[in-house]
């Protein structure tokens, strides 16, 4: 790294050195390249979308040193590296993250982007419920695609909750997302959702164990759930009927749990949704269904 350098050949250095490392990948970036894009570019603090135009930029020092540092802590310690620089995009929009919760990478921002249609009318949505709502990404990605709808936006963790209620007020959302602590529809007394989503923990124990070392940098009360990973699946369905308006919709990512969902529940008619940019493991249920 001696030398006069431009930013795109830092970024290319940064690729190849992550690309050496044998790390994880899949909290909001799919390979070294995306990996490195993410820390060079908040070390050297550029906006993302001044590339290519910025890659003819020449680094500083000061610069140099700083990408050096998050790289070490990306390959060294396994971090994520939207916990190294504090914030990932999801459906479009920036979003604070921390350790607290799980880095958002649902493909159900795909769905918050078409504003949950063909699936609901977009425009007679007033009410949605985001249960597990870490970040709060899905609830507030839900709040942008549906301008007239209020969110409500509960999980069990304070932590959680204290970092989603930053984020709306960094989306200035405050009025439209309601964040609470809830255990699943626990504090919502009889309330009715047009849209009740949910992207909640369903990894055995098991698989748990075996996931590779950036996954275990995230809170395990995130992604782990007793009874074969369906534990928290098992309550959402459970009452999603009483909480659900007559045509409303229920939208839940079980990720590589879907045969075991499929197993468990063989009588729903359960609808798994396909995206155009990759991601699976997601059913949808209406009401009518439950």
């Known amino acids: 790294m001696a030398g006069t350098q431009r930013v795109g050949e830092l970024l290319d250095w940064a690729t190849g050195l992550l690309e050496q490392a044998g ?11 995306d990996d490195a894009a993410a820390i060079v570019f908040h070390a050297l603090r550029l906006r993302h979308d001044s590339a290519p135009r910025s890659y ?20 060294d310690e396994r971090i994520p590296s939207a916990y190294l620089t504090g914030v990932t995009w ?37 009410n949605v419920l985001d249960i597990g709502t870490g970040s709060g990404c899905i609830a507030i990605a839900a709040a942008h695609a549906l301008p007239a709808a209020r969110v409500d936006a509960t999980d069990v963790s304070p932590r959680a909750l204290a970092l989603a209620r930053t984020n709306v007020r960094r989306h200035r959302l405050g009025r439209r997302v309601r964040v609470l602590r809830s255990d699943v529809y626990g504090a919502l007394r009889g309330r009715r959702y047009d849209i009740i989503v949910s992207n909640p923990p369903y990894v055995p124990a098991a698989v748990v164990r075996r996931l590779p070392p950036e996954y275990h940098r995230e809170p395990k009360l995130g ?6 990973g369906l534990a928290i699946i098992a ?10 308006e007559p ?12 045969h ?18 990759g991601g699976g493991g997601v059913f949808l249920l209406n009401a009518a269904e439950l």
């Open 23 to 33: 790390l994880a990948y899949g909290h909001g970036t799919a390979n070294a390249r």
């Open 56 to 75: 003819r930029g020449i680094v500083s020092d000061a610069g140099r040193r700083r990408v050096a540092a998050l790289l070490r802590r990306r390959i």
């Open 90 to 126: 999801f459906a479009g929009h920036e979003f604070r993250v921390t350790s607290d919760v799980l880095v958002p990478r649902s493909p159900i921002a795909e769905l918050c982007l078409n504003s949950f249609e063909p699936w609901i009318d977009a425009t007679r949505v007033r």
């Open 223 to 228: 992604l782990h759930a007793s009874h074969n």
């Open 235 to 244: 309550r959402i369905l459970a009452g999603a009927r009483r909480h659900l």
């Open 247 to 258: 045509r409303g919709i229920l939208v839940v990512e079980t990720g590589d749990t879907e």
């Open 260 to 277: 075991a969902v499929r197993r468990r529940w063989p009588s729903l008619p359960f609808t798994w949704l396909e995206f155009e940019h």
